[in-house]
């Protein structure tokens, strides 16, 4: 776990204006992201002894949207990839999660989730906090991603388009990441349906191990090249639809090379094969335009 000292020095250099009383306008305290991070190394750094490569994709002090795949019934990815963002980069950043909306009918857990930056996921909220140059961390897949169960493990499902109208609009780079392990710390083998209507959450995961705490497994996060894309936000559908094929599969791409590290085999993705040659031709056209003559 990383000193306390450290932790002190990484949070007086966070990319957050404090104000004298430790607040920012967003009403985000300092005194309790301490808590929070001194939390997240621990988990991150011995328990599930993350791996992370590619951090240096991630810009010091500009804007940028995170965009990855979400899995493992008791989501631990997105903890995990904010700890990355705080504790590995030379300036540290705060990345602010786009939270499911039911966590804002929870009184308690909406005030805790807003002390420590974590906001009801509206394009609003992102676009505010992105033309503040922050870092917004989206999960395209949303909840349907992190319920899904162990046997469909690493599949991405279809990615929502909210997030890329909101980063066309604001000329926002997104930097896709895959994360690999959060299926295996808690795998999900059914969902207790009757008990998640009454609590009034999206889903309520059976794990494979009974108990509802995830394994320590060992994850990796991997951070690709970021991926901009022109416009002003209010393309067609297709449009729209196009460039968040794009997304996914750069996400697919990062999490099969994360399987692929931990010796899986390869894994077929058909469905990005026109997705990876557009980006091989834009790569070479790029290379070309760049020589000298």
Not at 158 to 180: C, K, W
Request: charged share 25%; net charge neutral; proline share 8%.
């Amino acid at each position: 776990m990383a000193s306390k000292q450290e932790l002190k020095d990484r949070l007086d250099r966070l990319d957050v204006p404090f104000n004298a009383f430790g607040l920012d306008k967003y009403g985000i305290s300092k005194r309790h992201l301490g808590r929070f991070f001194e939390t997240l190394s621990f988990f991150y750094r011995h328990y599930f002894r993350v791996h992370t490569e590619g951090i240096e994709h991630l810009p010091p002090n500009s804007r940028a949207m995170l965009i990855g795949n979400h899995a493992g019934g008791l989501p631990i990815d997105a903890p995990m990839v904010i700890a990355a963002a705080f504790l590995e980069p030379e300036q540290p950043r705060l990345a602010h999660a786009a939270v499911e909306h039911f966590v804002q009918r929870k009184p308690l857990l909406s005030q805790l989730f807003a002390r420590i930056g974590q906001f009801s996921g509206t394009p609003e909220n992102s676009e505010r906090l992105l033309r503040d140059e922050r870092l917004v961390l989206v999960f395209p897949e949303g909840a349907r991603g992190s319920g899904k169960l162990y046997w469909d493990r690493y599949e991405l499902l279809r990615f929502g388009t909210g997030f890329m109208r909101v980063a066309m609009a604001t000329q926002t780079p997104i930097i896709p990441f895959g994360f690999v392990g959060s299926e295996e710390a808690f795998p999900t083998i059914g969902h207790w349906s009757s008990l998640a209507k009454l609590l009034r959450v999206p889903y309520l995961p059976i794990p494979l191990q009974l108990l509802p705490l995830p394994l320590p497994v060992k994850c990796r996060l991997i951070f690709g090249e970021p991926l901009r894309f022109e416009g002003a936000g209010n393309e067609s559908d297709q449009v729209i639809a196009e460039h968040v094929e794009r997304v996914r599969c750069a996400v697919a791409s990062l999490v099969d090379r994360g399987l692929a590290q931990r010796g899986y085999g390869f894994r077929d993705r058909p469905e990005c094969q026109q997705s990876r040659e557009a980006d091989a031709k834009t790569t070479a056209s790029t290379a070309e335009q760049g020589e000298t003559p």
